[in-house]
């Protein structure tokens, strides 16, 4: 199983970014998808995440700016980033709990794409 991060890059404050992720392999299901970023010098930290079920949580720093949605048949997890600002400076991680079977299954993470919101 692979997860596949992408749409990062440099925007001005105020912008905004989308990030998509992608897990592909051997899946049966995949349950919770999720977006982590760690910044220079801090540590990792939970950004959002949804359900299978559509149920979304957000870190209190980026509610009602940042967006998280899936595509389940595409096994696909979208962090639409609006009002960007200095401090959304980050490496962001997608993750997700991947079943490959009924009874096994992990949390995978992608590579870390960068995003940098800068004048």
């Known amino acids: 199983v692979q997860l596949q991060a992408s749409g990062g890059g440099l925007v001005q404050p105020g912008g905004s970014l989308r990030l998509s992720c992608a897990a592909s392999g051997s899946i049966f299901s995949v349950n919770t998808m999720a977006w982590h970023r760690q910044a220079p010098g801090k540590q990792r930290e939970l950004v959002a995440s949804i359900t299978s079920g559509g149920s979304t949580n957000y870190a209190d720093s980026v509610k009602g700016r940042f967006t998280i949605s899936r595509d389940n048949a595409k096994n696909t997890v979208i962090l639409q980033m609006n009002s960007l600002e200095p401090e959304d400076t980050a490496v962001y991680y997608c993750?997700?709990?991947?079943?490959?079977?009924?009874?096994?299954?992990?949390?995978?993470w992608g590579q870390g794409t960068l995003v940098t919101v800068s004048s």
């Open positions: 993750n997700a709990n991947v079943m490959i079977s009924l009874w096994d299954g992990k949390v995978y």
